[in-house]
């Protein structure tokens, strides 16, 4: 009797919690290569229609955050839903991280997202893959592994038994992107801006506690002097990792997927209308008085 009184009371007073919504769960796990004996794998969202016959399906591949020290693919299981229901095979990667595995970093760490993409590349036929639609993503320290599959090219930050097919992608999705401690100059990315890279799209929070604005402004202007494609979209109020989409309720969450599906519809690297719906409550952000868009 007093446990159900006590319950009543707590929800007369309103001191309950509704457990957090689940996350989408992957369909598939696809190890990409093995290293000293571990494997190393991505975790797989198919679109409606994956395994028919003859069909292939543009790629998105994700690099969570965490100083190459922690975090989770599962960081991106929410984004990899959303590019399934867009006809995307999505996926979030693991890699070696710091502690765990005794490795040096983010060299390490590099040479795996450079290994994944180059497994989906050599294996593309069997996954069902377009080779020349592969979008490759990351936040904070996935945001610089993300983009030095793009801009560092040097072969010690690949593994030298890797298939000799291309890391690049065919364009970028950079959250936070994180190389303004951590990184020796031969791997920081803005070093290595030049012409004819692949199209980018930056993400970052005017109040975000490690990156300055001025970076990745700067980085984006250096792209776009090279004749190169870039967007920087500053969401106003957001933090680190602002953009997260654990937290359905997130408004930058439902933000960035909007600019991103446009931005990759115009790069000729999706077709069709955005599948995004807000849940209810989630308001629209309006350009000026939540973010600023630099183009």
């Keep these: 009797m007093k446990i159900k009184t006590s319950l009543l009371i707590l929800l007369a007073c309103g001191l309950t919690h509704a457990a ?3 996350l989408p769960q992957p369909d598939k796990s696809w190890t990409y290569k093995t290293v000293a004996g571990k494997d190393l794998s991505m975790d797989v969202f198919l679109p409606e229609g994956y395994g028919e016959p003859g069909r292939t399906f543009p790629f998105l591949l994700y690099f969570h955050g965490g ?5 989770s693919p599962a960081n991106h299981y929410p984004d990899c839903a959303y590019w399934a229901k867009r006809g995307m095979v999505a996926a979030s990667a693991h ?6 595995d005794k490795v040096q970093v983010p060299l390490e760490c590099l040479k795996d997202a450079k290994a994944a993409i180059r497994f989906v590349r050599a294996n593309a036929k069997e996954l069902q893959i377009d080779p020349e639609r592969m979008v490759v993503a990351g936040d904070s320290a996935g945001g610089m592994l993300a983009a030095s599959t793009a801009l560092i090219e040097s072969d010690a930050t690949s593994h030298p038994d890797d298939p000799e097919v291309s890391c690049v992608p065919n364009a970028l999705i950079l959250h936070c992107p994180y190389w303004q401690t951590g990184c020796t ?6 070093n290595f801006v030049r012409p004819g890279l692949p199209p980018m799209i930056l993400f970052l929070g005017d109040s975000d506690q490690a990156i300055p604005v001025e970076s990745i ?4 202007e250096s792209l776009k002097s090279k004749g190169n494609v870039s967007e920087f979209h500053l969401g106003i109020g957001g933090k680190h990792g602002f953009a997260n989409g654990a937290n359905p309720k997130n408004p930058f969450f439902y933000w960035v997927l909007g600019l991103q599906d446009d931005f990759l519809v115009r790069q000729g690297i999706l077709a069709g209308t955005p599948a995004m719906e807000r849940p209810p409550g989630v308001r629209e952000l309006l350009e000026g008085a939540d973010f600023t868009s630099y183009r």
């Design 95 to 100: 890699y070696r991280l710091r502690t765990r």
């Design 217 to 220: 402004k700067q980085f984006h």
């Design 67 to 71: 100083s190459w020290d922690k975090g």
């Design 20 to 22: 957090p919504a689940p």
């Design 185 to 190: 100059p031969e791997l920081t990315p803005p």
